[in-house]
């Protein structure tokens, strides 16, 4: 099915974006991109300008679009607009370009569509992306597999904690390195759902995954990971730090959330270690004090 559809992009204060969002989904928009100072654009997308917010509404048709156009200009006197038409070969394949497989230690983590190009000398997970954040080529899941990795090879068998687990990628991940028990949790539903499917089809059904609350997930773990944002995980904290029997991994964090992130956790305890980083993003780790 090859057609168009039409974008409806507005540059507005960061303080209006939330009623704006309201109003163009009010106005018939199929999917709305958000783009604030919560978290930073993917490379070679437009960034707002401080104190403001970027958003790009999709909308099915011309008149359609431009009657939000018109809601919007009244409602927000003060917001840029641009209205395009972009060609669309399959609306309902075409986000499957954006999503890349990546090799990080011994694994290789990609979408089905990629599964025939694995490397035989990798350990492969296949994720289905679905509506789960998590398939393995954003930095935090990336820096997070890494050290996953190298963790597993040094302690065969350990026990792993993966908190806001999304898809199950690191928790799979963990399991397929060798872990003894591991276990994810989400608050999301969806995500469970998707994450216990990905573990049925990688071979790993053993691996624990529910939207239990951390107070109730009983024990310690030799590796407690925590890919989520920075805000989340300073709120988690006197959560996350208590089942942390040796080592913790966050990364959800941007390079000028990390002290702040970091004195959550040292307050509770655990001593900081040498993360790592790409690009804007961070990853802490620590251990517990011996």
Same mark, same amino acid.
């Given at each position: 099915m090859t057609g168009t559809y039409q974008t409806l992009t507005v540059d507005l204060p960061e303080t209006e974006s939330e009623s704006a969002q309201d109003l163009l989904h009010e106005m018939g928009a199929m999917g709305l991109?958000?783009?604030?100072?919560? $978290?930073?654009?993917?490379?070679?997308?437009?960034?707002?300008?401080?104190?403001?917010?970027?958003?790009?509404a999709y909308f099915e048709d011309a008149d359609t679009a431009?009657?939000?156009?018109?809601?919007?200009?009244?409602?927000?006197?003060?917001?840029?607009?641009?209205?395009?038409e972009e060609?669309?070969?399959? +609306?309902?394949?075409? +986000?499957?370009?954006h999503i890349k497989s990546v090799q990080v230690g011994r694994l290789w983590v990609g979408p089905p569509w990629e599964a025939q190009n694995a490397p035989a000398d990798k350990v492969r997970l296949v994720i289905e992306p679905k509506m789960?954040?998590?398939?393995?080529?954003?930095?935090?899941?990336? &820096?997070?597999? $890494?050290?996953?990795?190298?963790?597993?090879?040094?302690?065969? $068998?350990?026990?792993?904690l993966d908190v806001g687990t999304g898809t199950g990628v690191l928790a799979i991940a963990a399991k397929k390195l060798g872990a003894g028990r591991v276990v994810g949790t989400d608050n999301d539903p969806v995500s469970v759902e998707l994450a216990r499917e990905n573990a049925v089809d990688n071979g790993t059904p053993d691996v624990e995954l529910s939207g239990k609350e951390l107070t109730a997930v009983?024990?310690?773990?030799?590796?407690?990971?925590?890919?989520?944002?920075?805000n989340t &995980?300073?709120?988690?904290a006197p959560l996350i730090a208590p089942k942390v029997k040796d080592k913790l991994l966050m990364a959800g964090v941007l390079a000028h959330q990390k002290d702040e992130v970091e004195a959550a956790y040292?307050? &509770?305890?655990?001593?900081?270690?040498? $993360?790592?980083?790409?690009g804007e993003w961070v990853r802490l780790d620590f251990h517990r004090a011996k």
């Open positions: 991109e958000v783009r604030d100072r919560e $978290g930073p654009t993917m490379p070679g997308v437009r960034a707002p300008v401080a104190g403001e917010s970027i958003l790009v431009e009657q939000a156009r018109e809601a919007l200009a009244e409602a927000h006197p003060s917001a840029r607009m641009q209205l395009a060609q669309q070969q399959d +609306w309902s394949n075409a +986000w499957k370009a789960a954040f998590g398939t393995g080529d954003h930095p935090t899941t990336s &820096l997070c597999l $890494g050290a996953v990795d190298e963790y597993m090879s040094t302690h065969p $068998g350990a026990s792993v009983e024990g310690t773990f030799e590796l407690v990971v925590a890919n989520i944002l920075a &995980l300073i709120e988690l040292v307050n &509770l305890g655990l001593v900081p270690e040498p $993360g790592a980083q790409q």
